[in-house]
């Protein structure tokens, strides 16, 4: 490797160190004091970096807000993945669900409160744009609960409208826990049964 290749590895490496200390500059900002109140300027001097840092690095506050929420999404969608395609009962994939978004919530507030923030901020500028994401975020519970129907193991019901039920639910759970205002292990608890006796078809195990 010659020195010219090394350099450019070195400088591309430390863009991508200069980008993460952003990302994680902004959501804990962002949990704070929502996306419309933070500036650009707090999240680069709260990262230990010039106020110029952002702007060279985003293209303005909705392109690091993009990337907030890719960087949220990105550590916690594999695990929601992986429980949703395991070999379980279509119940106990949903419990997995909810278990696995809320400790995620727990374990990291800041993330939890940053993507909600985020979410709210992109919905008041193009509601459009947000109600389409929101629908395809429903995609892969839509598919666990008309797997479960299919097997048997769910009653018959609308499956958006429960996969929409959830999401409500869980992102309502995830703000209070974010705000340090409830009980992860009672409130995962209580969301798990409450959707479990709410897509059971009657006469199959609890």
Partial sequence: ?????????????????????????????????????????????????SRGAVHGNYDGKDALAAAVAESVVGALGPELQRVLAAPEPSGDRLAAYIRAFLRYCAERPHAAGALIAV?????????????????????????LFEDGQRRGEMRAFDARTMAFAVRTVLDSAALRLSAG???????????????????RKEGTPA
Avoid: C, W
């Avoid at 490496?13 to 949990?31: D, G, P």
């Fill in 1 to 49: 490797m010659n020195q010219e290749t090394r350099t450019r590895l070195t400088r591309k490496e430390s863009q991508e160190e200069t980008r993460h200390r952003l990302v994680a500059s902004a959501i804990e900002l962002f949990a704070q004091a929502g996306v419309a109140a933070t500036s650009l300027n707090a999240v680069a001097e709260h990262a230990g970096f």
């Fill in 119 to 143: 979410v709210e901020y992109f919905g008041r500028r193009d509601p459009q744009h947000y109600s389409e994401r929101a629908a395809a975020s429903l995609d892969d519970l839509v598919g």
């Fill in 181 to 199: 205002q409830a009980d992860a292990a009672e409130l995962t608890t209580e969301i798990a049964a409450m959707f479990t006796a709410a897509t």
